[in-house]
């Protein structure tokens, strides 16, 4: 047989199978799963297209799917984001993957491409920030003879535009074809949904959408907790930087900017906010950062860190106010928070990998991370197995939900029902040693709700 997989090294599964073996250890939610389902694997017949940073967690959630019946296969959602011990040890389980840390633009969309290639064709899309959907939908329209392959405005379209092109001439209709017989996308984060709310609005989704980010066992822990851990971890890993003391601005205070100011100033640094909304400005402020402009901060701070899931966030005026040796950051889905492609024709110095260092017309340099992109993942390993099992514990959940009852949903984007958010969040207690106390029927009939939950309103907001 011809090797179906491209990865770094594959002398690295073993090292990886080890690290999936403890991380098996900390994902209790996805292990009962597999206990529940594993007798009557719900996902026979699919077949799942994963785009999503091929890391140790990931790992273990295609062996998951696997596990309930699914064949699968995978590429990353981002160049810097894979763990090639963790591609390894799946490509050696017989999983084809298709993902190395430090990958091109031109081979992260030939990458997905080949992840599509079933010889049955794909059937369901697991999806990280909506590049598969896409991919798939974009090659659709070019197919039905829109224009939508025109002057590629960044590297990113230039490279899309050229696979989808390279598709087209190798396999006509393909794209039609693959989208006709999706019959579901799972999306894990903010970035990938709006896309996915966006073409709703547009009456562009062809297919039912399940909003994994916005489970509250997701969004309220993995961008909030998670980025708590991840972020300094990738900072320090980069850079070696002391952090207490130091002056750090965070952009943006939703979920990922709560987490990341937690982890900022846990490590002891100063932290201040900057926000768009009042209401998460407000809460910036009460949670006792000081809220400022970016003009205000950009000459005398030491640490910024892009989390808005904006563009243009931090702009080339900003880093040329910065001083010497400032460190800049994101930790959003796209690298375009910051204006990288702005700094292209300035003097880049590489330190290490995903660790660059740029020197400005005024001789002052800075320290840029992962070129921009999500620097937990460049720079780091992400965020830690317990709350990546939360997140994907919704994963799985919601690509059953797809595969099994998708004509129950139109072609819309949905959330998981919080009797399911309420069941994930369930299997992670005993692992922290939580005990639940019970209410009696007296009290549940006082406040309103049945003794096995759901236990809050629809419009509760944690
Ligand atoms: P969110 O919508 O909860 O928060 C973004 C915040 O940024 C909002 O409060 C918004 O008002 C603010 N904002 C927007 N434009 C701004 C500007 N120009 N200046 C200052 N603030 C601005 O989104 P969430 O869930 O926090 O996600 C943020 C990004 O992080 C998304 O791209 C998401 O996909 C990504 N993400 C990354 C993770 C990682 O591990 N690196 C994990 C989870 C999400």
Redesign the pocket.
């Given at each position: 047989m011809t090797q179906d997989y491209i990865v770094k090294d594959i002398n690295l599964a073993d090292f990886g199978r080890k690290e999936l073996d403890i991380a098996e250890t900390e994902m209790p939610g996805l292990m009962a799963l597999r206990t529940e389902f594993g007798d009557s694997k719900p996902l026979k017949g699919a077949r799942i297209v994963g785009s999503l940073h091929m890391t140790i967690q990931t790992a273990c959630l295609i062996e998951t799917l696997t596990a309930l019946g699914a064949d699968v296969r995978w590429a990353s959602c981002n160049i810097f984001s894979t763990q090639d011990h963790a591609a390894s040890a799946i490509a050696a389980g017989g999983t084809p993957v298709f993902a190395i840390k430090g990958q091109s633009l031109v081979e992260h969309w030939d990458y997905l491409d080949r992840s599509f290639q079933f010889p049955d064709g794909a059937n369901m899309i697991l999806d990280d920030?909506g590049d598969a959907t896409l991919y798939v939908l974009l090659g659709a329209r070019a197919e039905a003879g829109e224009d939508v392959l025109g002057v590629p405005t960044s590297e990113e379209e230039e490279a899309i535009f050229a696979q989808i092109r390279k598709r087209m001439e190798q396999s006509p209709g393909w794209f039609t074809k693959t989208r006709d017989a999706i019959m579901g996308v799972s999306e894990e984060?903010?970035?990938g949904v709006h896309r996915l709310y966006d073409l709703q609005k547009k009456g562009l989704l062809p297919f039912p959408a399940i909003n994994v980010n916005d489970s509250v066992t997701k969004?309220k822990f993995?961008?909030k907790y998670?980025?708590k851990e991840?972020l300094v971890d990738g900072i320090r890993r980069a850079t070696d930087t002391m952090m207490a003391g130091k002056v750090a601005v965070v952009?943006?205070?939703?979920?990922?900017?709560k987490g990341s100011a937690a982890s900022l100033a846990g490590a002891g640094a100063r932290v201040k906010v900057?926000?768009?909304?009042p209401i998460?400005a407000l809460q910036a402020a009460m949670d006792g950062f000081e809220v400022v402009t970016l003009e205000d901060v950009a000459d005398s701070a030491d640490i910024f860190i892009t989390?808005?899931?904006?563009k243009d966030?931090i702009r080339i005026e900003h880093m040329r106010a910065m001083k010497n040796m400032a460190i800049v950051g994101n930790?959003?889905?796209?690298d375009n928070e910051i204006q990288v492609a702005s700094l292209k024709n300035h003097k880049w110095t590489n330190i290490k990998e995903q660790v660059d260092m740029i020197e400005m017309p005024s001789g002052n340099k800075i320290i840029l991370l992962s070129e921009g992109r999500?620097l937990?993942?460049g720079n780091a390993t992400?965020?830690p197995s317990f709350v990546m099992s939360a997140s994907f514990t919704n994963q799985v959940l919601a690509q059953i939900e797809l595969f099994t009852k998708g004509e129950q949903y139109g072609n819309e984007v949905y959330i998981l029902p919080k009797h399911l958010d309420e069941k994930v969040a369930a299997l992670h207690l005993a692992k922290v040693g939580a005990k639940l106390s019970k209410l009696s029927p007296e009290q549940a009939s006082y406040i309103g709700v049945s003794n096995e939950g759901p236990f809050k309103p629809e419009h509760y907001r944690y």
């Open positions: 920030g984060t903010t970035t969004s993995d961008n998670g980025c991840s952009c943006g205070y939703g979920d990922v900017g900057t926000e768009v909304d998460c989390t808005t899931g904006n966030v930790i959003g889905h796209f999500l937990n993942l992400g965020h």
